[in-house]
């Protein structure tokens, strides 16, 4: 492990059981510049030990010597320049993420020297709103880039929409509402799918971003029903969310964006 290790954890906050926000730092090293939106490395190698809560190997264990690398989107601000913030959610069955899990602070792992990815706000021509669409950890880009300029742009609107299993799930949520109260221009809008789980009742928006959205139930957030000509909106998490939110999008004539096509639709696939 030495020889791959090569940051480490100052920081793991538990959000829930299977959802936590990490702060590495790099040994000796300079975190690289980035773009808020862009996404980052992180490894352990298949001899790290996997955490009890996570399911058993199967079929194959990775080999021990192996160096098991996932890309993260970074949480924290570009400005930010002793660490960098992770959001992370557990999948039991996975390669990576269930060694994750193990970590503590001052524990080492692996981190790409680079950060890199297309997700970032800087293609959205000035003036226009921009609409921040998350399932989960699909929150992850969005914070850093509210975190780092994002809420200086006083011309533009911004809302992010928020949706979670239950209201615990909602990691950022106290950042999100004090920025709300702060900031005229910009909106922070949680959506949970399931309300009948909640030990107090939820007085906020119930079910799935795609439907509501369907209903114009995200007007009140712009101050305006999005339309392509005033909007861009950005989604992250979740495929079925993803895919969703295209279609309906897609009949309003929202465009996703491309390299060679230029678009009101921008996407992160995280799986
Ligand atoms: C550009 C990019 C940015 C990403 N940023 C983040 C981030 O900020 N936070 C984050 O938690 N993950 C993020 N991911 C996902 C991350 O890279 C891993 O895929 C995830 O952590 C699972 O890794 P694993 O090795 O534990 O599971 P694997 O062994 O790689 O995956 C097993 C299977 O689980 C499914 N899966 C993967 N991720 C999830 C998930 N979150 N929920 C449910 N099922 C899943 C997939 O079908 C996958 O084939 C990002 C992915 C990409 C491509």
Known sequence: MAKEANATVLQRVDVTPELMILRIVPDGWTLP????GQFGVLGLPGSHPRHEIADPEDPLPVPSGR????????????QERQYVE???SLVRSGALTPRLWTLQTGDHLWMGPKFSGMFTIDRVPAGLDVLLVATGTGLAPYMSMIRSELLNHRERRIGVIHGARHSWDLGYRSELTTLDRLFPGFHYMPIISEP???P???GGMTGFINERWEEGAFAEILGHRPTPEDTHVFL???PMMIEGMIEVLGREGFVEHTKTTPGQIHLERYW
Do not use: H
């Open 200 to 202: 107090v009742p939820w």
């Open 196 to 198: 009948d789980q909640e």
């Open 86 to 88: 992770f959001y992370i």
């Open 33 to 36: 510049e980035f773009t808020p």
């Open 236 to 238: 992250c998490g979740n």
């Open 67 to 78: 160096l098991i690398r996932r890309a993260y989107s970074v949480a924290s601000s570009s």
